[in-house]
């Protein structure tokens, strides 16, 4: 084959598989700084933390009717954690299509989604554990709207974890080192995957365990602290991200709560995931 068909035949197979368009949000101590619009498909969302406190970023589709005021208001409810339903109420007003989770100060955090043509707000359920201040209020909610008609297809995953109501369906050739997760929600229910790796000697069961208990007493039997994440879904939605996981055991947890307020981790939602 001459360069020129070459040329061609890598062109024609750039445009059957768009590489997703890249979209950088930058949280500041101000808000969300953010462009005002993205074309639709696969995005690539990097969030970047230059502000001075941890925060998270999610991507919300109003449902028909639902007004920015009511979002806002039944997001600062789950935000302060004002009713045990508070959670469910926001979940009958929007869908999620992802994000990313909690990122500390200096640092960034980036998945891959699938954005449909229309109205968008990046926001933040997150609020300060002492002073109860919601990052909503700090200024964590911008208006994103998505243009034109899907252009980038999501990247081909390594590994997928598929979420239904209450469990993970989980691969069980997970390896070491860095790869590429798809996290899918084909649940009813909306649902997030945390993957915190067990403390050394520490089994499911103490998760389980700990999770139960209403007192906290010692250290958690999980890492919390470097525990990786993919943001919130709700039905039909995915999101791609990297993960460098170490070789061990982790769990891998929901915390999403139903209308009566029990958390999907207590329904099943609290598995091990073995890395070779
Ligand atoms: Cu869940």
């Not at 619009?37 to 230059?50: C, D, Y």
């Not at 000697?201 to 890492?223: E, F, V, Y």
Request: aromatic share 6%; net charge positive; charged share 15%.
């Amino acid at each position: 084959m001459n360069r020129r068909l070459l040329v061609l035949s890598a062109l024609s197979l750039g445009s059957a598989v768009a590489a997703p368009t890249p979209l950088t949000v930058t949280a500041t101590a101000s808000g969300y700084r953010a462009p005002a619009t993205v074309a639709a498909g696969a995005v690539t969302v990097t969030f970047k933390n230059s502000g001075k406190i941890p925060v998270d970023l999610a991507f919300f589709r109003l449902k028909p009717g639902v007004t920015d005021a009511q979002f806002q208001a039944a997001a600062t409810a789950v935000a302060t954690q004002s009713a045990k339903d508070a959670s469910w109420k926001l979940n009958q007003m929007v869908e999620v299509a992802g994000g990313v989770g909690d990122v500390p100060p200096g640092q960034s955090g980036a998945a891959t989604i699938t954005l449909v043509p229309g109205k968008y707000l990046l926001a933040s359920l997150d609020a300060d554990e002492k002073t109860h201040k919601t990052a909503l209020s700090m200024g964590f909610l911008k208006t994103i709207t998505v243009t034109g008609s899907a252009m980038g297809s999501a990247p081909a995953a390594d590994y997928k974890i598929n979420m239904v109501d209450y469990r993970f369906e989980l691969p069980t050739n997970a390896t070491a080192g860095r790869h590429t997760w798809q996290v899918m929600n084909s649940g009813k229910e909306p649902h997030f995957a945390l993957v915190a790796k067990l403390m050394p000697g520490k089994t499911l069961k103490d998760a389980m365990a700990a999770l139960m208990s209403q007192s906290q007493s010692g250290p958690p039997p999980m890492d919390f602290e470097h525990a990786v994440f993919a943001q919130v879904l709700t039905t039909g939605h995915a999101e791609t991200v990297t993960w460098n996981l170490s070789k061990g055991s982790y769990v891998v947890v929901c915390f999403v709560a139903t209308k009566d307020g029990t958390e999907h981790a207590r329904m099943g939602m609290l598995q091990q995931l073995d890395v070779k």
